[in-house]
T-cell receptor
Framework: DSGVTQTPKHLITATGQRVTLRCSPR?????VYWYQQSLDQGLQFLIQ???????AKGNILERFSAQQFPDLHSELNLSSLELGDSALYFC??????????????FGPGTRLTVL | DAKTTQPNSMESNEEEPVHLPCNHS???????IHWYRQLPSQGPEYVIH???SNVNNRMASLAIAEDRKSSTLILHRATLRDAAVYYC??????????FGTGTSLTVIP
């Protein structure tokens, strides 16, 4: 158990819909990272927040957005969903803001299925 | 973006050492080298990381070439629980992790 929690575990929805994925980091960790893992693209970094502010952006689509709240939990919002958005979404947390020297702790993931 | 190259798959016998190679010829001076592994149906798990010197922890050892263009993750005694996909990752100045395709390790009993 990494100490990172993600809800829900599974999510099934239809194309065009909007969903929100939630992540609670480990106690004391200030950084939250979001990743997408699909069969054809592997693990893709989406976005990082550090202490409430966006720190780094990866391959995140404009239809996706994220935020980190004062209690440090984070939400990833996916809108206008397409079949290709079906994937595992992982959240990770770390103490530091810089990814370089910090260990990231990954949650169990949310499996999103878009029908 | 700093990229890594790893073999797609490797096999090892149980209780024998495993050396997982990674090439990163475009590494910059400030890039850390990270290794993570992902067991089936689980999120990635941190294994080890380093900058210039070799590193040891309870899970593995990381050997970094003197020119830093390659590194090797060493599992000293492979167990069946070590069967996973192992990712060698470099950070870049944009603070991002690029996982690549990784090496799928099969441990033979």
């Amino acid at each position: 158990d990494s100490g990172v929690t993600q809800t829900p575990k599974h999510l099934i929805t239809a194309t065009g819909q909007r969903v929100t994925l939630r992540c609670s980091p480990r106690s004391g960790d200030l950084s939250v990272y979001w990743y997408q893992q699909s069969l054809d693209q592997g693990l893709q970094f989406l976005i990082q927040y550090y202490n409430g502010e966006e720190r780094a952006k990866g391959n995140i689509l404009e239809r996706f957005s994220a935020q980190q709240f004062p209690d440090l939990h984070s939400e990833l919002n996916l809108s206008s969903l397409e079949l290709g958005d079906s994937a595992l979404y992982f959240c990770a947390s770390s103490v530091q803001g810089r990814a370089g020297g910090a260990e990231q702790f990954f949650g169990p993931g949310t499996r999103l299925t878009v029908l | 973006d700093a990229k890594t190259t790893q073999p797609n798959s490797m096999e090892s016998n149980e209780e024998e050492p495993v050396h997982l190679p990674c090439n990163h010829s475009t590494i910059s001076g400030t890039d850390y080298i990270h290794w993570y592994r992902q067991l089936p149906s689980q999120g990635p798990e941190y294994v080890i990381h380093g900058l210039t010197s070799n590193v040891n922890n309870r899970m593995a050892s990381l050997a970094i070439a003197e020119d830093r263009k390659s590194s090797t993750l060493i599992l000293h005694r492979a167990t069946l629980r070590d069967a996973a996909v192992y990712y060698c990752i470099l950070t870049n100045t944009g603070n991002q992790f690029y996982f690549g395709t990784g090496t799928s390790l099969t441990v033979i009993p």
